[in-house]
Nanobody, 115 residues
């Protein structure tokens, strides 16, 4: 089992920044890819950014150049630095961790961007 706890969400104005953190605990040696997904009201959950154990990153097009995902294996933590936030980034952001057998999710942290 892997437990994920997110933090760092909040209410900001357009153009401002936030950094999300996700701390993993439990059977973390089996974790490969970690990522951030988001879900806006009335919409499906979508990928924001992924980082593989190799350090390779993947971003959805709408956040490229604004969001940066990083991983500190010593602290079992994955971060999402979000700059130049836009109202359309408003969503609940969920941390995800994949092992060979299953995918784990945190409970989410709310990000609200006002115009």
């Amino acid at each position: 089992q892997v437990q994920l706890v997110e933090s760092g969400g909040g209410l900001v104005q357009a153009g401002e920044s936030l950094r999300l953190s996700c701390v993993a605990s439990g059977s973390i040696l089996g974790v490969n890819t970690m990522g951030w997904f988001r879900q806006a009201p009335g919409k499906q959950r979508e990928l924001a950014a992924l980082i593989a154990s190799s350090g390779r990153t993947t971003y959805r097009d709408s956040v490229k150049g604004r969001f940066t995902i990083s991983r500190d294996n010593a602290k079992n933590t994955v971060y999402l630095q979000m700059n130049n936030l836009k109202p359309e980034d408003t969503a609940v952001y969920y941390c995800n961790a994949d092992t060979r057998s299953r995918s784990y999710w945190g409970r989410g942290t709310q990000v609200t961007v006002s115009s």
